[in-house]
Every structure is written in C-alpha cells, then in structure tokens.
C-alpha cells in the first residue's frame, strides 16, 4: 500500500515560482503530478521513475516544470517556475507500484492506482 500527502501549493503571482512536496510511505515503481482546473479533465504533468529517476513531461509545461526525488525517494517534488494564470489548478500526487505496458499513457490517471488529497495553485497576474 501507498500513501501521499502533497503539500507546497499557495496563491502567487505570474511569473513567481513554487516547489510542491509529496511524502510518499510504501514503493512505489513511477509517480507523477497531475493537475485539474474547475471544468478541465485531470491533466498529467510530470512523471518521475522512482528507481532510474527518469523523468517526462507533458508538452504544455517542458520548460518551466520540474519533477524530482530526494535520495531516499520518500519525498517527490514538482518545482514550477515562470507561474502563468492557466497554471491555477489543483495539483494530484499519485503513484503506481508496477509498471505500464503502454508508454503513452503513463501521463494518463488511468496509470495510477494511489492518489493525494491535492494541493491547490492560484496564480494572478
């Protein structure tokens, strides 16, 4: 089993950064940060594999968006820089404890068994 407690969000202004923290209790093979805003589908961002540390991102955050672990890979973050007002969402931990045998849906929820409770990102311009 595997629990997710997301912390880190916060209301700022455009062009402002914010790092979001995800404490992560039992395996996990993959995990990833997810967003959603009022009306919108649930939108992968980031995906970090826990073991090679290998990372992907979705293309409308390559750039501006970090995802990364601490050494004993009990702590993911996502460090998100250049804020813009369509970033406003709340913003999902989850993680799978096996792999995916389709490559293009591991920024898809579908891919995650365990999710956070969500922490939320307003951003103003």
């Known amino acids: 089993q595997v629990q997710l407690v997301e912390s880190g969000g916060g209301s700022v202004q455009a062009g402002e950064s914010l790092r979001l923290s995800c404490s992560v209790s039992?395996?996990?093979?993959?995990m990833a940060w997810f967003r959603q805003a009022p009306g919108k589908e649930r939108e992968g961002v980031a995906v970090?594999?826990?073991?090679?540390?290998?990372?992907s991102y979705a293309d409308s955050v390559k750039g501006r968006f970090t995802i990364s672990q601490d050494d004993g890979k009990n702590t993911v973050y996502l460090q998100i820089d250049s804020l813009k007002p369509e970033d406003t969402a709340m913003y999902y931990c989850a993680a799978a404890r096996y792999p995916n045998p389709y490559p293009g849906t591991v920024l898809h929820q579908s891919a995650y068994t365990y999710w956070g409770q969500g922490t939320q990102v307003t951003v103003s311009s």
């Open positions: 039992g395996s996990t093979y993959r």
């Open positions: 970090i594999y826990t073991s090679s540390g290998l990372t």
